[in-house]
């Protein structure tokens, strides 16, 4: 089992530019989260899904889109990066909603808009 | 919304020592959980405890729901122990959520 693993690693992008963050995971779990970590800050959540096909705002989502196509894969989309979306990203992913169950952590990417 | 206190948040330790953490929270929760973000920056789960005690090693957790606040022991720390501890909780009102803490960033010394 890989677990949560995120793709890319680390990314520059300049001021308007678009990207997407790829998130998998195979244990085939329902719910999948997309966090942002700025430094000496805990994390805090941006967008997250339920289900294949199903996606939910968390509690800063401006700036930010998500699509859950397929079960284990969940995508983060910045349409024209800026300066304040510096930082680190996590994607998560438990086997249903966060109340019984674990959440699962991927690696991080590490974003810097310059 | 609900609020995640940690404490102290920062910590200095020798090896050997031991240390206590602390999470506040100013709501019910359904859920809360421990986890270590190591130098490296992954998290790793290290306890779901909504309430009661657990142990794992030289780790273990104490939760008092009706109180609202929940500790982390580390015994006879080790220099692997450094990085930074956060506490999470899931908000009673909502099932899909965890609220992470500010955490305590921890540093021991050999």
């Known amino acids: 089992n890989a677990g949560v693993t995120q793709t890319p690693k680390f990314r520059v992008l300049k001021t308007g530019q678009s990207m997407t963050l790829l998130c998998a995971q195979d244990?085939?779990?329902?719910?999948m989260y997309w966090y942002r970590q700025d430094p000496g800050m805990g994390l805090r959540l941006i967008h997250y899904?339920?289900?294949?096909?199903?996606?939910a705002k968390g509690e800063v989502p401006d700036g930010y889109n998500v699509s859950r196509l397929k079960k284990q894969n969940f995508l983060l989309g910045l349409e024209s990066a800026a300066p304040s979306q510096t930082s680190v990203y996590f994607c998560?992913?438990?086997?249903?909603?966060?109340?019984?169950?674990?959440?699962?952590f991927g690696p991080g990417t590490r974003l810097t808009v310059t | 919304g609900i609020q995640v206190e940690q404490s102290p948040p920062d910590l200095i330790l020798q090896e050997g020592a031991n240390s206590t953490l602390r999470c506040n929270f100013s709501?019910?929760?359904?859920?809360l959980q421990w986890f270590h973000q190591n130098p490296w920056g992954q998290l790793i789960n290290l306890f779901y405890?909504?309430?009661g005690t657990k142990q794992n090693g030289r780790l273990s957790a104490t939760t008092v729901a009706t109180e609202r606040y929940s500790l982390l022991y580390i015994s006879s720390s080790q220099t692997t122990d450094s990085g930074v501890y956060f506490c999470?909780?899931?908000?009673?009102?909502?099932?899909?959520?965890?609220?992470f803490g500010t955490g305590t960033r921890l540093q021991v010394f050999p």
């Open positions: 899904s339920v289900g294949e096909g199903t996606t």
């Open positions: 405890i909504p309430s």
């Open positions: 999470a909780v899931n908000p009673r009102d909502n099932t899909d959520k965890l609220i």
């Open positions: 244990m085939n779990h329902e719910y």
């Open positions: 709501d019910s929760v359904n859920n």
């Open positions: 998560a992913s438990s086997d249903r909603g966060v109340g019984p169950y674990e959440q699962y």
